[in-house]
């Protein structure tokens, strides 16, 4: 059984930075397309940020785009999210998973920012 574990999260201030940290248990990311997702209380989960196999694509939503940068290390089955000038709106948990997803959700990680 895969398991996903997001770290990183916290709360910052608006216009702060954070970066998430999300490790497989599993050789998984080398042939997926990898995922951040968040979701807000109320609100259905969103994809936030995706990058392919070999790092060369990547896709964001305009909510985040220029702010949030996706990267991973094959080598140490770890996918990054770096947050910049983040907002309230931007305060969710976050989650890593394949696109589509296909394992289990881990517990996410809680990023609140404060205005």
């Known amino acids: 059984q895969v398991q996903l574990v997001e770290s990183g999260g916290g709360l910052v201030q608006a216009g702060g930075s954070l970066r998430l940290s999300c490790a497989a248990s599993a050789r998984i990311f080398s042939i997926n397309i990898m995922g951040w997702y968040r979701q807000a209380p109320g609100n259905q989960r969103e994809l936030v940020a995706t990058i392919d196999g070999s790092a060369r694509t990547n896709y964001y939503p305009d909510s985040v785009k220029g702010r949030f940068t996706i990267s991973r290390d094959n080598a140490k089955n770890t996918v990054y999210l770096q947050m910049n000038s983040l907002k309230p709106e931007d305060t969710a948990v976050y989650y890593c998973?394949?696109?589509?997803?296909?394992?289990?959700w881990g517990q996410g990680t809680q990023v609140t920012v404060s205005s």
């Open positions: 998973n394949t696109l589509p997803s296909y394992y289990p």
